[in-house]
C-alpha cells in the first residue's frame, strides 16, 4: 500500500495518511517547537566563556567544546573576585533583558525519568545479591531495593 512515496499532481493533494508524508510533518512541528523554545538568560560562567572562548580556540588548535570547557572553568576559578564579580553584573543586566523581552517565561526543566537515575543503583543491588547468592530476582530479600 505505501510501497511508493506520495505523488502530487496539479488537480490533487498529497496523499497525508502516507508514512513519509506524516514523517515530514512531524519534523517539521518539532523544528519550530524547537525555534520557539524561550532560551535561558546566560548565567556569569555562560558569558564568560563565550568571551574566552575564541581566545583558548585561537591558542589551542583541534580542542573539543569539552575541552575548552575544561580550560575556561579552570580560568574562571582562577579569576580574581572583582573580576567573576563583573561577569556578575554582566549576568544580572543580561537577565533583566531576559525578563524584558521575555516577561511570562518560567524556568521548566524536564523531570528526569526515575528509572535511568536509579538504573546504577539497581545494577549496584543486583550485582551484589548475585555475588552473595549466585542468582538474581527483584522478588529476592537481599535483591530489593
Known amino acids: 500500500m505505501f510501497d511508493t512515496p506520495p505523488t502530487t499532481t496539479h488537480n ?5 495518511d502516507h508514512p513519509a508524508t506524516v514523517h515530514r510533518r512531524c519534523r517539521r512541528r518539532h ?13 556569569a ?3 564568560y566563556r563565550k568571551f574566552k572562548q575564541k581566545d583558548v580556540m585561537a591558542k ?3 580542542l573539543t ?7 575556561v572553568s579552570m580560568l574562571w576559578w582562577k579569576e580574581s ?4 564579580f563583573k561577569w556578575e553584573k554582566i549576568a544580572d543586566r543580561e537577565k533583566l533583558r531576559h525578563m524584558k523581552e521575555y516577561p511570562n517565561y518560567v524556568y521548566q526543566p524536564k523531570k528526569s525519568n526515575p528509572r535511568k537515575t536509579n538504573n546504577k543503583k539497581i545494577k549496584k543491588n543486583e550485582q551484589a545479591c548475585r555475588e552473595t547468592t ?6 529476592h530479600v537481599c535483591c530489593v531495593t
Open 12 to 16: 490533487t493533494l498529497p496523499d497525508t
Open 31 to 43: 523544528r519550530y517547537a524547537k525555534l520557539m523554545r524561550i532560551p535561558r538568560p546566560p548565567n
Open 45 to 47: 560562567f555562560i558569558l
Open 60 to 62: 589551542y588548535k583541534d
Open 65 to 71: 567544546n569539552a575541552q575548552v570547557s575544561k580550560i
Open 81 to 84: 573576585e572583582e573580576v567573576r
Open 134 to 139: 549466585g542468582r538474581y530476582s527483584r522478588s
